[in-house]
């Protein structure tokens, strides 16, 4: 086995490290996802770690974790994966690469995920048009995924896809989900040609969502939690969306409006 | 006007910073509300504070600030609230007794708001029985007000209802709610007898959620995010919900879960 690697230095854990800001994980095309869950989720969708980190000390010993490390083993052997460099650190250089204050003690550096193609069958996008906070652009994506959205793009605006809380809340969802992030509207006018409808989702909105067609072509936008979609967005609205409050209550929070109407879709969909 | 506070042992102070603990809180029947939107929200509702910090220089001078202001100063000349004190503070003291980063500029010490009659209407009861999360919980309380659940109650094994990051995400929702915290299912069994169904929101679930009746008395249970609901709550429980998942996700975030399922209720009640 390899030695423990106990200096903050080293240059894989290093660049780990760079990969909290945006600008190096735009360069490096890659990110990097901890804990068991999260990276069970990446491998069993065929995602290759350029590198993994290991803390013994912190893992633990249950099943998942064996499972984990039976599966990233066989995926190293396999083929693309054989020049991945597993590194046994210690917890405290797990602690420097990891953005929660108890690391689980296994961390991996992945390539972006973009290349899965969009799920066959009638498109349901979902278009994030500058949804700020990474807790809900992470749900969002989760819960997309769950109620079996096509694809997903963010606007420039929007908060980076592997923003590390994004990615935390997502729990591996951008790994089995079409992807692609700082999309123009240009690009996207592209992607929704085929759609009969594209709907966005604001406090201000008209056409009550369960009244909405959802069982053809449909794309949904969903804007900033302070101020909505944008300009841009809303020209290419057929409609913006009502989800009716009870409660004097002026607006859900954004994660939850997009899963109440993602699922509504979802329901209409199955007929 | 009043000096400016300058000193963190201000008595007030103290007491505002005490009530970051759960133990403080439930002693006091307090907790603190930070923020513009969440405390027009309180006041908006009818609750009383008992003491209001004003730190000018963080505040801005926005008109919903001045509508605020406007507000607590009406409430206080009043009648109950006539006692109320008012402190200014320094940016400093304000930092010391908020839980953000970047304190708003007004803080307030209020009183538990348990005394909000259950709504009228068919009831549709929501209980947290054991959620861990204080964002979840916070959120959830924000989306049962939208959707026209008529009450919400806490069992002991759930995050303190009072706790400043459920308040903070319930943004003014626990003024607008009938709430109970800490409730034993002995006393629960009461709350529910007029109930037709007691629902059970658990990934392994078998009752479709959308083909359940929502249109009578009803409850629903949601449960710890990783054990889900309890065993006592198995027992009363007609029968555990699933929400059909795409993707091979295994669940969604319980916030998000109970949120799909409370909209399913408001759509079949709106008919």
Known sequence: MVTTVTSLDNPTVK?????????DRQRERAFVVEGVRALSEAVGAGAIPRAIFIARELLGDGEAQERLLVALTESREAGPGRHMRVLEVTPQVMKSLSETDAPQGIAAILPFPESTPPKAGTPLIVIADGVRDPGNLGTMLRTA????????YTTPETVDLYN????????????????????GWDALDEE??????????????????TAADWTTPTALIVGNEDRGISPEARERCTDLLAIPLAGELESLNAAVASAVILFEAARQRRG
Chains 1, 2 share one sequence.
């Open 164 to 183: 590390p809380k994004v990615v935390r809340a997502a729990m591996g969802a951008h790994f089995r989900l079409a992807l692609r992030s700082n999309v």
């Open 192 to 209: 929704l040609i085929g759609c009969d409808s594209i709907w966005g989702a604001d406090a201000g909105g008209e056409q009550l969502y």
């Open 15 to 23: 660049l780990a490290r760079s990969l909290s800001k945006r600008r």
């Open 145 to 152: 995924l769950g109620a079996g959205a096509t694809a997903l």
